[in-house]
């Protein structure tokens, strides 16, 4: 490890101007899950860690009287899987905060912190894509608004530029009829980076044809994908073998890829489709 | 005093006070408070940080090294390469589990003309702190000349295939040597009777290819190693080893030190599984102490552990294996290659003498290689070979059971090895257990019980492993309160300083807990052979056992000069009593051993028993294993339901000791069937080399292992000890197989049997 300077921030200004001054080696320091270890194994050059986690407006989790959400982009993993109105009404973001490593990093690591990652893998970004979230940005020219399934670019990449980080994720409220359910393939039980993931939100009409749904994917591009024409197979259509399969197969489609050694090419795509047809069964079962 | 849940003792073992109860271990209070020190907690005053330069690429020609920009960088204080070395010997040196060639010791330490895997040691660096040893590291330019990587064992044999070492011949059976050199370092051939007869009488004759891969021991402490050279031109050596004495036997005619000059300090270790036999660190630590007059500590982070330590084998297998329709196995034709590493010395040989051995099958052809590729050297991984060749020969007659119709223990008990038999290598058998381990699988609640549900399977394999015996010492005092200081040579990996203490105990007749082990440095005890093979409980426990008839000796004589008698007429008895001829007045004499301890310094000094065996006898062991299987047909996946282990033990000094070898065994077994594997890309780049992306299985990924303790004890030691460490990671793989084949109806021809590999095998089966 090289040596890395460290500065806390106290509001959001001082943290933009902090990572401003320190260019292009300045990094914001949520959890550290990640970016700890890139600059220790020197996979990414650091020389200053800009820790944002003591800005009240990146840590917390508010409730909108409509039924939004916005939860702090540093906001750690257990609070998030540990309040209940969350629980209760984004079952999906359980699903993935309680994935996130083990129990010991998911007391610092945040979905900020994997969504700014970038990680085609990343197991916070298909949940965050399907519930429709918005990434609040803030930077030298103020605050911007991104769509998740925007954000990312490429692996390890995404749109935040020099002195920009993310503050806080928006989420609209479920609809009534609505469930969610995100899940992972890794060939152990515990302990793995995703061969391949998949995140579905669908809501059903009274007659059990679906009313509206997003799928989305991932490991299987250089980014996590919104599979539209997934949800397009599903969309108006009674939620049964042949709807399903139609979405499965347009996750199939849109699936891109590598061979490496968690997976390969074919194994990925395949479970891909899999994974498609199971979070939607299982999202329908919440939905019901 | 902390004691142990009390639980029944065997029925074979009521015999004893000691053997077969449980006792907390003597070192288990420092290792759960974290007292125990292990190789990277040593601080030594005015010590150096060192770090190694590896290799980029798998197969590389040496150009140039130039380590100018990093002496000159401030906080370093020494840079070596492999030309700072004694040129070595041209001599075969002991390495623990065999013997090697020291200038491939040397060169495998650090890399002479040519790099021959992506991690191999290139240069090593010593500074003030390990973030500039670090830096340093980036400023020594090597110049290489890229030669084409040699990664598969298949293709390494074949001619024309480019050569790791120009000097390498195919060592035949004969003792000839190929005219042209290979990268095929060796070939052995084991016989019995004749095999186209054999096959010619067989009804069903099945033969398959198998590929595995390279795999890990996964011990969680990295390798390390510390040394001081003194001014007086002798050297300290700290490391975790399994062998203090194999460490010492390395690195002195490296450095061209006698071994008087050369003491190693075993430090405790966390893990060896005999990954940490052979030297990687030591002599860089030693040479860079002794340039710079400091201590210098190397450690090894985990990416280093996985590309450059020894990992054992992968391996391409054929097996034609032949049987009548009752079950009868007539004929087998084995052929094993096994992938050595960059230089010569895979476990094939031994793969080779188990592969059969638990059946009496009258013709028998065993075909071994010993092939060299661009990887790390292999080391030895708990039984090895064993795990490799037997999963192909299990796997093989898993399937002819099918074919025949045949219950797959049935056709193991009609073929089995009993007393008497011999092996095609030509190892006779005495007491085994292996019929009894067949009979205790078929009585066990587990094989009598129902599995039920769709893709749900069992299977089921048997394992042989030999055991070994060697050099073992122990020394013991008799202090003046009766408690016994023991010092052995023996890394403790197991709960050996227990099993260890415990025949002392059981021979002296006192209690375990008076009796203290302590592992020592290479100049505190006499030599003692490595923590592997399954040897410790049985040659250490040996020398423990007769430590303690030397004690009782000395005390029979002491009483003897007490009592002013003859000492042929003194007794030691089994309760630790020590009684005389009746006095004078026609009163019993006697001692209890505290009494007795108690007047020892008084009435002509302390009492030293002490121990060197060197046992070539061992005690076979065998293990039959049960599994229960479920995959999902949609993903691959393979979860374990159920898991039952078998195992002759001989007779199991310390039961919970031998049914955590028992699971550890498993684990690591299944670990293999499942998802380990070294991967590797083209040009020979590790890709996995993390415990994120190698994938051992986790504590989630295992149901509770049922381990049963078959005691038939070996009649050739003192307490019937066989040995149990190695052969419980043997029968997981071919079992787990035959459960997926059950489940699903695909025999699998690879490990691991990922979820990847059984995918490609089923629903993404393109043929």
Request: with cysteine.
């Amino acid at each position: 490890m090289q040596a890395v300077k460290y500065a806390r921030a106290e509001s959001v200004e001082e943290a933009v101007r902090l990572l401003q001054e320190g260019g292009e080696g300045a990094r914001p320091l949520a959890g550290g899950t990640d970016v700890i270890v890139q600059a220790r194994e020197r996979t990414r050059d650091i020389d200053l860690f800009v820790d944002i986690k003591h800005i009240p407006e990146v840590v917390d989790i508010r409730h909108g009287a409509d039924g939004s959400l916005t939860i702090g982009a540093a906001t750690p993993c257990y609070q998030i899987y540990g309040d209940d109105a969350i629980a209760e009404r984004f079952p999906i973001l359980v699903d993935s905060c309680s994935l996130i490593g083990g129990t010991a990093i998911q007391g610092r690591a945040s979905l900020g912190g994997n969504l700014c990652n970038s990680s085609p893998a990343a197991d916070g970004i298909p949940s965050l894509i399907v519930l429709e979230g918005q990434v609040e940005i803030a930077g030298p020219n103020g605050r911007r608004t991104v769509p998740v399934e925007d954000f990312c670019t490429a692996p390890g990449r995404n749109v935040l530029g020099s002195g920009e980080f993310a503050v806080s994720l928006s989420f609209p409220a479920p609809a009534e009829g609505s469930g969610s359910r995100f899940l992972r393939f890794i060939p152990r039980n515990e302990m793995d980076i995703a061969v391949t993931n998949a995140a579905t939100q669908l809501r059903l009409n009274g007659d059990g044809s679906v009313a509206w749904a997003r799928v989305a994917i991932g490991a299987v591009a250089p980014t996590p994908l919104l599979v539209s024409d997934a949800a397009d197979a599903l969309v108006g259509r009674p939620l049964n073998e042949d709807s399903i399969a139609a979405a499965a197969a347009a996750s199939r489609a849109a699936a891109n890829p590598i061979d490496d050694m968690r997976g390969s090419i074919r194994q990925r795509v395949h479970l891909a489709g899999v994974l498609t047809e199971r979070t939607i069964r299982q999202a329908a079962e919440r939905a019901a | 005093m902390v004691t142990a849940q009390s639980q029944p003792q065997s029925k074979e073992t009521e015999q004893y006070n000691v053997i077969g109860t449980r006792p907390i271990r003597h070192d288990g209070v420092d290792k759960v408070t974290g007292a125990a020190q292990y190789g990277a907690d040593l601080n030594l005053p005015g010590m150096l940080a060192g770090r190694v330069l590896r290799s980029p690429h798998a197969h590389a020609r040496i150009v140039s090294i130039d380590t100018s920009k990093a002496e000159a960088l401030d906080g370093v204080k020494a840079v070596i390469t492999n030309a700072d070395f004694p040129r070595a010997a041209d001599a075969e040196i002991d390495t623990g589990e065999g013997t090697a060639n020291l200038r491939w010791v040397l060169d495998n330490v650090i890399a002479s003309d040519k790099v021959l895997y992506k991690g191999h040691a290139v240069a090593a660096v010593a500074a003030t702190d390990h973030h500039i040893a670090e830096d340093a590291l980036e400023l020594i330019q090597v110049e290489y000349e890229v030669l084409t990587p040699v990664l598969d064992v298949r293709d390494a044999m074949v001619d024309g295939s480019p050569l790791l070492h120009d000097s390498l011949h195919t060592k035949e059976l004969d003792g000839s040597s190929s005219d042209n050199a290979s990268n095929t370092a060796s070939h052995l051939q084991f016989t019995k009777g004749d095999t186209e007869e054999g096959f010619a009488e067989a009804d069903v004759v099945i033969e398959r290819e198998f590929e595995t891969s390279m795999a890990h021991q996964g011990y969680i402490e990295p390798h390390n190693g510390t040394a001081y050279w003194r001014a007086d031109g002798t050297l300290d050596v700290w490391t975790s080893t399994q062998g203090a004495f194999v460490v010492r036997d390395s690195v002195a005619p490296l450095l061209q030190l006698s071994p008087s000059q050369v003491k190693v300090t075993p430090m405790e270790i966390g893990g060896g599984f005999g990954g940490k036999i052979p030297v990687y660190l030591e002599p860089l630590a030693a040479l860079l102490s002794q340039r710079t007059g400091r201590p210098v500590k190397l450690t090894m982070n985990r990416e280093e552990v996985l590309l450059a330590t020894g990992p054992t084998s992968g391996t391409y297998m054929r097996v034609r294996m032949g049987a009548k329709s009752d079950g009868t196995i007539t004929a087998a034709d084995v052929h094993l290659a096994f992938e050595a590493g960059a230089y010569p010395g895979s476990p094939v040989g031994a793969g080779a003498m188990c592969s059969l051995a638990p059946y009496d099958i009258p013709n028998q052809k065993i075909d071994g290689y010993d092939v060299v590729v661009n990887k790390p050297k292999t080391a030895a991984y708990r039984a090895p070979g064993a795990p490799q060749a037997e999963f192909a020969t299990e796997s093989v007659l898993n399937e002819l059971a099918e074919q025949i119709g045949q219950d797959p223990l049935e056709m193991r008990l009609k073929n089995a090895s009993v007393e008497g038999n011999t092996t095609a290598a030509g190892m006779p058998f005495g007491v085994i257990g292996n019929v009894e381990c067949m009979t205790a699988a078929q009585e066990s609640p587990h094989w009598q019980s129902e599995l039920e549900g769709p893709n749900r399977g069992r299977g089921v394999a048997q394992g042989f492993w030999f055991n070994i015996g060697f050099e073992s010492s122990a020394y013991a005092q008799v202090n003046g309160d009766g408690t016994i200081p023991l010092v052995l040579g023996s890394t403790d990996i197991g709960g050996t300083r227990a099993s260890i203490a415990m025949q002392l105990a059981e021979t002296l007749g006192i209690s375990s807990d008076d009796v203290h082990p302590h592992v020592v440095d290479t100049n505190s005890v006499g030599y003692t052979q490595v923590t592997g093979g399954s040897r410790t409980t049985f040659a250490g426990g040996w020398a423990a056992y007769e430590c303690a008839m030397d004690i009782r000796k000395q005390m029979e004589q002491r009483a003897a000069q007490i009592w002013e008698c003859d000492a042929g007429d003194v007794a030691y008895g089994d309760d630790a009593i020590i009684r005389g001829p009746a006095d004078e007045d026609g009163n019993d004499r006697q001692f209890s051993f505290k009494e007795l301890a108690g007047q020892l310094a008084t009435s002509g000094g302390h009492i030293v028993g002490r121990a060197d065996v060197n046992k070539t006898s061992s005690g076979p062991a065998f293990a039959t294993h049960i599994v229960d299987v479920e995959v999902d047909p949609d993903t691959g996946k393979v979860d374990i339901l159920r898991y039952t282990a078998v195992q002759d033990a001989g007779t199991a000094i310390h039961p919970a000791y031998v049914e955590g070898q028992m699971q550890g065994g498993v684990a690591q077994g299944v670990g293999m069937a499942l998802n380990e594997e070294y991967f590797y890309d083209d040009s020979g780049d590790l890709k996995n080399a993390s415990l994120l992306d190698y994938r051992m299985p986790t504590a989630l990924d295992l149901p509770m292992i049922e381990p049963i303790i078959v005691e038939v004890p070996n009649p050739g030691h003192p307490y019937g000890v066989r040995g149990v460490g190695e052969v419980p990671i043997i029968p997981p793989a071919p079992a787990v197989r035959a459960a997926i084949a059950s489940a699903i109806g695909v025999h699998m021809t690879e490990l691991p049997m990922s979820p990847r590999a059984i995918l490609d095998a089923t629903v993404l089966d393109e043929d």
